[in-house]
Structures are given as C-alpha cells and as structure tokens.
C-alpha cells in the first residue's frame, strides 16, 4: 500500500509541475519521419479457398493460386473463378500458363489438360513444381526428381530414393534441389550431392528450401534448424537459433533486394542488419506460411492457410503513431476516465470490444495522465489538458468511492 501511496503522489506532483513548466525557448529534438510496418489483409474473391498456395508477380498482376484455382489480382479487382480442388503446389511456365498439381496430376489450369505421374512413378506424389526453361517442367515428388515437356517424362536416376521438397536454377544456370538426402546441384548436365563435397555435418542432410541469390551467382537454402547460402566468392554464410534464426525450417526463401524474407510452418521472418520474426494474428491471417511475393522494397504479400497478409512499411512520424493509440484508447479503453482493459467477444472483431474491470487500472491511467501532460507541455493542445484532467478525476475518483480519505481504490465499476 505504501508503494501505491508513493507512486500517487508522485504522479500528482508530475501533474502539478509539468503543467506549470515554461518549455518556451527549451531546446529541441527535431525526429522526424521513420518507416512503420503494418499489416492488413488481401480479400480474397468469391469463392476462392483461403488456403492460398502460390503468389506470382507478373506485369499484369498478381497471380493466386489456392487449394481450388487460379486468381488473378488486377487494377484493385479479381479474376478467375474456382477450378478444381486440394491442389498443393504450383508454378509459371515461360508462356505464363499455371501449371497445378494436387500430388498426383500435372494439370495446365487454362485449358484442363492433365498427365499423371509414369508407371513407375505411380505410387509416388507430386511435392513441388519448377518451370526452368520454355515450357521445361521440373517435378519433384516423394522419390526423386522428373523432368515433364511436351506430354513426355525423364527421370533423373540420381535423385531417386530422395524427397524433393523444393527447387531453383542460379544465375549460372545450375538446378539445385533442396531434398531429404543432401542439397543437389546439375552443373552441365552433370549431378552432385554438396553434402559429400561442402555441407556441415550439423545440417544433417536434410533441406526444406532453396532459392537462387538476387545480385552474384550462389544460392540460399533453409535446413531443419538453420539458414544459409553458398556464395561463388566464397563468402558462405550460416545462420542458426544461436545467430538470432527465430524459427525453422525456412519451407520457401524469396529475395527483395538484399533483404531475405522467410515462410515457416510458424510464422514468416525477414532477414536484413537484424532479424524481424512475424507471427500471430497481429501479422497473419494463419501462422503456416505457403509462400512469399515482394511487390517492391516496401511492401510483400504473405500466402497462408487462411488468406493472404500484406506487410508494408510506412512513412509515419511518432506524433502521427500517437494519435493512432490515442483514438484507440478512446474507441476500445476509455472507461469512466480510467485507461482499462479490453476484451473482443469475436476474435479479430474490433466492434466486438469491451472493456474490462481490472486491478491495474489506476496504473495504466497514471500512465496515460503523465503522457498527456508532457503532451500539453511541448504542443499546448488543449485537447491534451482536457484528457490529463478527465484521466486525473477518474484516478481521484479511486479514492473517493472507498469513503476513506487516503485510501484508494484499485478500480470501480457501475453498479
């Protein structure tokens, strides 16, 4: 009870003196703008599956696949309209036709064509697809990797008794096949398994992910517990929980500039000077994540199981950042004067908020009554000083309603 009584008094006499302080001709600190992220979700069309698992940028638009077709986002609206079902991976030929799988069939979405899988490939499934030239067809499935252009298959003996999980062509024209046995790399028709020449012991054969780099010949790759790349200068990099990796393993890896963004089953990460780790509702509409598109430097579209998040930065400044938390403590926090906790009754419904008694309402609110003042301090915003007067009743108001002078009350509430 001391300690209450002591930051009380405290907080009065921060009222009584910040509202009287003379900051004229005080210097200042001049902050200006600085880059804010945000999230908001892409509506997805009528009809559309929310499991979203492909995103491809053309000059066009942007191309969505889902579990039951192919979408296309075009001038602020949709076209296409659902085309079949559990489709679970997909890819852009040179021609710009999709091309769909759903584990079993290779399908080309705009004219229904499909082929299954050769004899001998018959009781394998499709687990991911790669146009590498023209109409060329890369197919990775449970057993090894088949090359798939003009209705007929090749199978690539090297591969076999390995899962190919995902697949990219460098610069230098390299295929690379991230698998269950060992990072693969094709280097003039010619196969080899990096995990007998390069790899670290620790990667433990295992590969979930690989991507070709943006600016010099090389490749990143996401193993179980770490991501990496193989540079052609030698600088190869490796990154782990103990380097600051949030999460593994990296399932897909997609470049914006320099900058290396990350989709996990938990979450996405974005890799530049730090480490940035997006996860929960506050970012994502699902935390599995399928897929990745950068639309510039500023701005990406995350697929996951339930729709698709767009992430941008902002230019904003930290008085335009406080008005945002201003009105958000006077839509969903304001009660009876006290800063209070709020509760949605309908998760992500924000008219479904209300608030809440709870024990710690006298110290939010004094919190929020000293910002206000320091506020009206610097601006002279009357809108400041009335919210600083209306938060320090409702604080006095904690001590009125226990009829004992000097001793206050935690909280209250309407009867």
Known sequence: MKKWLLSRYATWVLVLTVMATDVQGQKTVSIGAYLQEISEKIPLPSGADPRVIRLFPTQEGQIVVTANGVFTFQGGRWLGRPNGSGWRCATLDGAGHVWLSDGKRLVRSDEGSNWVLPGEAAGDSILCLMCESGNLLQVGTTNGLWSFESGRWTRHAFTGNKRIRDLTVDRDGDLWAATSDGLLRRMKSRWFNMDDHLMASG??????????????????????????????????????????????PATVIRFSGETLWMATEAGAIRKDSAWHYYHGRRWLPSNKVNDLMPLDKHRIWIATDNGISEIRQVSMTLAEKASVFEERIRLRHDRYGLVSASKLKYPGDLSSSRTLNNDNDGLWTSLYLAAECYRYAVTKDPEAKARAIRSYEALERLEQVTGISGYPARTFAAA
């Open 203 to 248: 990667l433990h054969r295992s590969y979930f992910s690989v991507s070709g780099l943006p600016s010099l010949p090389g490749i990143a790759f996401g193993a179980d517990k770490s991501v990496g790349m193989i540079r052609e200068d030698g600088l190869n990099q490796l990154w782990r929980g103990t380097d600051g990796l949030p999460y593994g």
